[in-house]
């Protein structure tokens, strides 16, 4: 949506300046525009400052809807099926966007879906036929039975519920069974809810020695070698990243139980998350002044600091760096939101009357993680044998090319037959190569080198072409997991995006460190008493997912409504 919004004239006062346009301070924006109590409270006026050039923070990475990088559970709100995710359920709904929505069925396995390890081929038919197959390769133990190399996380999970399947009994009676079979995905989205979630982070406990240490003071490269697992299911959840995630136990294993209970709920947006994006903006836009609140969308405004008074009732003044009409501004507020991840927060000076102050969220210590996406469209998903059902990986190896796995557009999945005259752009199918802590570096130098590979097929200047290297040395890895005798054919365009925290795009998930006590640093808790309010996913009690970002821009939202009231 091609939007600037009106400039600041630098003199200008509002009752509430939201700082961040991801999802987060969007849906923050939408929740005070659309409740009446924001009139009642006096709010009347809202600005809404974004440093890049465009909404939507991580969203804006899910640049081509064919990719499915961001998945999500939905269930329509009207009906008795609970979703992992209501409210981003509700807010598709609230934007008209149901019919948007798509089936993924990415991430669900089928009996041809590959793993190449060692130099061996296993698909999960020869694992079906042969339940030992990963048993002898790893030399694993009789009770370390997995059907994929993705189950290892899973496993460790489970030992960590029976572990403390007394605790979990006392306070659950009711859900108790159904969490330790983790069979019913149904109910699992019902009953590990976030309440759940933060009892299992700080109470749930592994034997250290003679003593019980709650997880969230253990690391995954701490926890998996203290529960007697072989040294071969070791080498194995390396593969998952289990022994190099720093973050604690307790928010790893959360992340990745969603992530398991989203495999048979599974969607994307048929045009992409960006369009999430646009109509969001576009509805804050149509509500302004329609209601007597009236709220400014402003890109490329970079804030340096918050100023505050000695007294906490005097207005907050808020300094930045208006890049579209290159001056600096400084505007004030009655109250802050600081929509942004912890990067963000730490370059934003706090001032009390003139001398820096502490940020309570750089206290806070947390894991980032990296990832590296590379992104390959075909005109035909080649590696799918003929008259077999579509692969849906992911495929797993452990070569650079960690995790494969396809995606196919939308009309692909209905069987579409008019893919020639299909006015979207791409429609074809696509590989995702995955790699979050291995061999980022080996990707990275290989981007460095040569010339872009096909720069005449992107037409999204969002989206960065690979190098020829990497689609080269891609081409050789993906021939050797899929076992082509000849050679494969060349994608017709292929794109690079590393996610960190140098990246345009910030870093792809957050959690907890080790050591952190998450109890202690409430999503939407204040500066020193000031009206400084903070949400994001990395604050939830739901991180790195989109879910995670609503719950916590509705608890600010709540909680600023409630304190003036």
Not at 369 to 390: D, R, V
Not at 423 to 444: A, K, M, N, Q, Y
Request: one cysteine or more; a negative charge; hydrophobic letters at 35%.
């Amino acid at each position: 949506m091609v939007n600037k919004g009106e400039s600041f004239d630098g003199q200008e006062k509002y009752d509430v300046c939201i700082i961040g346009g991801g999802i987060s301070g969007l849906y923050s924006a939408m929740n005070l525009m659309s409740d009446p109590r924001t009139l009642d409270r006096g709010i009347k006026n809202i600005a809404l400052l974004e440093s890049s050039d465009r909404f939507g923070g991580r969203f804006e990475a899910d640049s081509v809807g064919v990719s499915g990088t961001f998945r999500f559970a939905y269930k329509d709100p009207n009906s008795d099926e609970k979703s992992a995710m209501p409210l981003l359920s509700q807010l598709v709904k609230d934007l008209g966007m149901q019919d948007d929505v798509t089936k993924s069925t990415a991430g669900q396995f089928t009996e041809d879906t590959v793993s190449y390890f060692g130099g061996q081929h296993i698909t999960n038919l020869d694992v079906k036929l042969n339940p030992d197959v990963w048993e002898k390769l790893f030399k694993l133990k009789d009770d370390e039975v997995i059907r994929s190399v993705l189950e290892a996380d899973m496993l460790v999970y489970k030992k960590v519920l029976k572990h403390n399947q007394e605790k979990l009994e006392e306070k659950y009676p009711d859900r108790a069974a159904v969490i330790l079979a983790q069979q019913d995905q149904t109910l699992l989205q019902q009953y590990q809810d976030p309440e759940f979630w933060s009892f299992f982070r700080n109470e749930f406990t592994w034997s250290v020695g003679s003593q019980e240490v709650p997880l969230r003071d253990l690391s995954m490269s701490t926890l998996v070698p203290l529960m007697n697992f072989s040294p071969g299911f070791c080498n194995l959840a390396g593969f998952c990243c289990l022994a190099g995630f720093d973050s604690s136990a307790g928010s790893y294993l959360q992340s990745q139980a969603i992530m398991r209970m989203m495999i048979t709920d599974s969607h994307i947006l048929a045009h992409g998350w960006p369009s999430l994006i646009n109509k969001l903006e576009k509805q804050l836009l149509d509500l302004s002044g329609t209601n007597g609140i009236k709220i400014k969308l402003r890109r490329n405004c970079k804030v340096s600091s918050l100023s505050f008074a000695k007294e906490e009732a005097d207005p907050i003044h808020i300094s930045f760096e208006d890049l579209e009409d290159c001056k600096t501004v400084s505007i004030t507020a009655d109250q802050i939101v600081m929509a942004t991840p912890p990067p963000a927060v730490e370059k934003i000076n706090l001032l009390l009357d003139g001398t820096k102050i502490g940020n309570p969220r750089c206290e806070a210590k947390m894991s980032s993680g990296e990832k590296t996406y590379i992104e390959l469209y075909f005109k035909s998903a080649w590696w799918n044998k003929e008259g077999e059902k579509k692969m849906t990986g992911p495929c797993c190896s452990d070569l650079p090319s960690s995790v494969v796995i396809p995606f196919y557009s939308p009309c692909v999945e209905s069987n579409c037959p008019g893919c020639d005259t299909c006015s979207d752009d791409p429609c074809p199918v696509g590989l995702t190569i995955l790699c979050g802590r291995r061999h980022p570096e080996f990707w990275t130098s290989l981007q460095r080198l040569g010339n872009p590979y096909n720069v005449c097929a992107i037409k999204n200047p969002k989206l960065t072409p690979t190098s020829e290297a990497v689609v080269d040395v891609a081409m050789e890895q993906l021939k050797k997991i899929f076992r082509c005798e000849a050679d494969p054919p060349r994608p017709v365009m292929a794109t690079y995006r590393s996610l960190n925290k140098e990246s345009k795009y910030g870093c792809p998930t957050y959690a907890w460190s080790a050591g952190v006590n998450d109890r202690e640093f409430e999503c939407c808790e204040t500066v020193q008493g000031r009206k400084v309010y903070f949400c994001h996913d990395a604050w939830s009690d739901c991180q790195n997912w989109v879910e995670g970002s609503l719950r916590s821009s509705r608890k600010v939202v709540e909680k600023m409504l409630e304190k003036m009231k």
